[in-house]
């Protein structure tokens, strides 16, 4: 029982009648899940898919993509879930990196698909996942996703036991978000998903009657992570194509939704639309949110707009399948001693032996912060394709986070920065996140965004970019001066862009630095 497919089953014959997905108006029971993710597995066999065998998935969420997640470990294949935000060069790739045959693909992206057919020589096989294979404009002879599984008919649950993927096989290779560098392969086996289910879920709260809302890319593990947490907890799947903010929140009303995953900016866009108060939420037990570090004034404001609804943060990243550490729904309850610590991303899951090291990776003392290093269940079989890579995350045994924070006498994680972020700016250690909650208190701004620039005398300076709040309007000096008065005058910015419009986002919703700095960077040469 520590491989999917078999809770999978497990739930099939258990309760055969409760809904596993919805989806655009289809719903499948599980036990209708069950046999579609085994027979998606007699197709792929039939595609000349071996066990370690990739298969792509070119698309936007749906019920196709979640079968996906678990219709090639079946027959010991692994998914790679592509992020259709990438352009074509970036696409070509990942896919030359992890050589797939077959790639699925669904309406959004036909024209992209024929054109990765062509590029690719490792892809053989396209299949189209989605309503309508005649209207499509594909290429000749793509079989349908349905039709095919239709063909096989219903299959054996022990059919495949010689090929199944096996607990610490990888199931499924996730890339990064590629923030801080290219794109790396993330392997993750099914103990490595489970270890994450079991290990914040039961923190998250969650029970078999949930239903929870997918929204977020799961091309991403923060949203694809939840589809392994509902089949551990057996609950039913609400997909949403992509995060619509008014269809969401409509969604979440129609479908008596009771958990999802935000990132900040996700529910910052909920919180600012005109029609947020005309939705009913009274369904929603808890939402959870992660992947990019929360303004503390936003979670305020949230907890305050949205009464009745427990939150709950979540700290990880792909390599650690993801979470690490998990700031409870009771450490955001007003009232309650622990929320003060609204600005920390809460205390390690219980398989995960966190600490805190210095360049070294010497132990620093409590409250000092250095790198976040971890071991665990939950740690990745390695980066694709990439041993040194692998081997330099792992040294010692640990995996190296990049991240930077420090644990304080209650045990709980605060991150500073990434190690690769910090700003020394005359001899001293400034991490953005201080000073981007300084900024983002301010009541003008909407989003910050800080960055290090080179700088004659002190080495780099701490740079503040925001962008404000409609209708509202401030000035460089004003927010320098802000600064001043909430933290240390060295981790105030020492100068602030005022951006027009909304920051510039990766394609995994995180405020993509990278883009800023560039726009920084070539301003202050113009200058
Ligand atoms: P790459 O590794 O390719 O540079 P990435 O690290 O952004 O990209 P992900 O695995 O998607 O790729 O993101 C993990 C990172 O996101 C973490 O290392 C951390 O910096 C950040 N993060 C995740 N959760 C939180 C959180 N709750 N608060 C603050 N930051 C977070
Ligand atoms: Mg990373």
Known sequence: MNRFPDLIRKYAFKHPEKKATHFEGRDFTYAQFRDRIQGMGQVLVNHGVNPGDRVAYLGQNSHWLVEMYYAPCVVGGILVPLNYRLSEDEMVEVIADCTP??????????????????????????????????????????????????????IADDAFEDRASDSNDTMIIFYTSGTTGVPKGVMLSHANLLANATGSGHLYGYVDTDVLLLSGPLFHLGTGSRVYTAIAYGTTMVIQPRFEVLETMQIIQDQRVTTMTLVPTMLRMIMDHPQFGDFDFS????????????????????IAAIPGVVFCQGYGM????????????????????????????????????????????????????????????????????????????????????????????????????????????????????????????????????????????????????????DGKTTTEAELIAFCREKIADFKAPRGVTIWDGPLPLSPTNKIDKKAIREVVLSDRKER
Not at 124 to 134: C, E, G, M, S
């Open 283 to 302: 369904s929603i037990r808890c939402l959870t949110y992660g992947a990019s570090p929360m303004p503390v004034a936003l979670m305020e404001r949230a």
């Open 318 to 469: 792909t390599e650690t399948s993801p979470v690490l550490t998990v700031l409870t729904p009771a450490d955001h309850v007003p009232g309650n001693p622990m929320i003060g610590k609204l600005g920390s991303v809460g205390k390690p899951v219980i398989y995960g032996d966190l600490r805190i090291v210095d360049e070294n990776d010497n132990p620093v003392p409590t409250g000092q912060s250095g790198e976040v290093i971890i071991r665990g269940p939950q740690v990745m079989n390695g980066y694709w394709n990439r041993p040194e890579d692998t081997a330099h995350a792992m040294r010692g045994g640990f995996y190296h986070t990049g991240d930077a924070g420090f644990l304080d006498e209650d045990g709980y994680l605060t991150l500073v920065g990434r190690t690769k972020e910090m700003i020394i700016s005359g001899g001293e250690n400034v991490y953005p996140i201080e000073t981007e909650n300084a900024l983002t208190k301010h009541p003008a701004v909407a989003q910050a965004a800080v960055i290090g620039v080179p700088h004659e005398k002190w080495g780099e300076m701490v740079y503040g970019v925001v962008a404000l709040q």
């Open 101 to 154: 045959e077959v790639l699925i693909v669904d309406r959004h992206f036909v024209p992209r698909a024929a054109a990765l057919m062509q590029r690719c020589p490792s892809l053989k096989h396209l299949i189209f996942a989605d309503w309508d294979a005649d209207a499509a404009d594909l290429p000749a002879g793509t079989p349908s996703y349905d039709a095919l599984v239709e063909a096989v008919g219903p």
